[in-house]
Nanobody, 125 residues
Framework: VQLQASGGGSVQPGGSLRLACEAS????????VGWFRQAPGKEREGISC????????YYKDSVKGRFTISRDSTRNTIYLQMDNLKSEDAAVYYC???????????????????WGQGTQVTVSS
């Protein structure tokens, strides 16, 4: 199983990026997928997830209204559209799946078994 995260980069505050998480060896439409991030000196946090059916999503309050998670089953890929980026969004972003639940009111429950390699997001003027 491999998860390939991509789409990170450097943007100014207010800018946008779209992260992608492409999978091989696992069908992402069969299970929940989460996006996590880790900023320097901080713990990794789960910021968004989508369930297997694609009809349930979760967003951490700090990104709600600015980030959108979506799925393209034909490409076996999960996306995270990030708009109106702020300096505090700067982090390494990871996708992960397997052995987790995506709970709308609570977030990502469980410890993912499969992780992508991370993609760096830098937000600065």
């Amino acid at each position: 199983v491999q998860l390939q995260a991509s789409g990170g980069g450097s943007v100014q505050p207010g800018g946008s990026l779209r992260l992608a998480c492409e999978a091989s060896g696992v069908t992402l439409s069969d299970q929940p997928v989460g996006w996590f991030r880790q900023a320097p000196g901080k713990e990794r946090e789960g910021i968004s997830c989508i369930n297997g059916a694609g009809d349930r999503t979760y967003y951490k309050d700090s990104v709600k209204g600015r980030f959108t998670i979506s799925r393209d089953s034909t490409r076996n890929t999960i996306y995270l559209q990030m708009d109106n980026l702020k300096s505090e969004d700067a982090a390494v972003y990871y996708c992960a799946t397997h052995r987790i639940f995506c709970v709308s009111g609570s977030g990502i429950v469980g410890k993912p078994e499969y992780w992508g390699q991370g993609t760096q997001v830098t937000v600065s003027s």
